[in-house]
């Protein structure tokens, strides 16, 4: 895959936030280069970061999240936090060069097919399926299943590369090559009454594609800062 990511989350009781808020955060302590996340999860919360091995600087993903839960402004948050749960994983965002060969065909996490957003992998392995299901499974009730068939076969996804690729460039732009004093600039930014109202016209956990590039069409900041940057994927 384009590049790795090292997901890790507990499970905790006692998060103090609002009912069914999902809570966000940011910063070089927390998650260099990401963002860490508090979902709720039925009566639980799930707490949890990630970040690229790279970006980590030697520390561990687990002492970067006890960073945010008991060092950072937020702190207060999870002082009655009891934990039930953990787990850790890679992430591979970006589809990987050769998915096939004879008779094997990658498809989702193990194609590297997980959003270099969020991290998720369910709405993009599903959406693989859908363009491939049809003609794998000709390929398969006529036993054709070499290395050359699979490949005509998956080149049906061509274009789901090409986007990762726009969403990660707009990903690291907005967030992942930022300073910490520049996310609280843009953060402020997006705040702003006419910003959210475009976010919640545009928006799509699924395609982020289209919201990013219509803030840096419409939004004047984002607009100055991408001339700035030389950035060109608004006009792909």
Not at 58 to 78: A, Q
Not at 145 to 161: F, H, N, Q, R
Request: aromatic content about 8%; charged content about 30%; overall charge positive.
């Amino acid at each position: 895959p384009k590049e790795f990511m090292i997901g890790y989350q507990v499970e905790v009781t006692g998060f103090q936030t609002k009912d069914r808020m999902l809570e966000m955060f940011t910063g070089e302590d927390i998650a260099p280069g990401f963002f860490a996340w508090a979902i709720p999860n039925g009566d639980t919360h799930r707490i949890g970061m990630w970040s690229r091995a790279e970006d980590l600087d030697g520390r561990s993903c687990e002492e970067l999240l006890n960073n945010l839960m008991t060092k950072s402004r937020w702190s207060k948050k999870f002082e009655n936090c009891k934990e039930i749960g953990r787990f850790c994983g890679p992430i591979p965002a970006g589809v990987v060069p050769r998915p096939v060969q004879d008779r094997v065909l990658l498809i989702g996490d193990a194609a590297g097919l997980a959003k270099p957003t969020t991290g998720g992998g369910i709405g993009p392995g599903m959406a693989q399926v859908d363009l491939i299901v049809e003609e794998l499974n000709e390929m398969v009730v006529k036993n054709k299943l070499a290395k050359k068939i699979l490949i005509k076969v998956t080149k049906k996804y061509a274009k789901a590369k090409k986007e990762f690729e726009r969403i990660r460039s707009l990903r690291d732009f907005f967030v992942t090559s930022r300073t910490d004093e520049e996310l609280e600039e843009i953060f402020k930014i997006f705040s702003k009454p006419e910003v959210i109202k475009l976010i919640n016209e545009k928006g799509d956990i699924e395609k982020p594609l289209a919201l990013g590039i219509s803030m840096l069409k419409n939004v004047p900041e984002f607009r100055k800062m991408a001339i700035k940057a030389g950035f060109i994927v608004m006009f792909g």
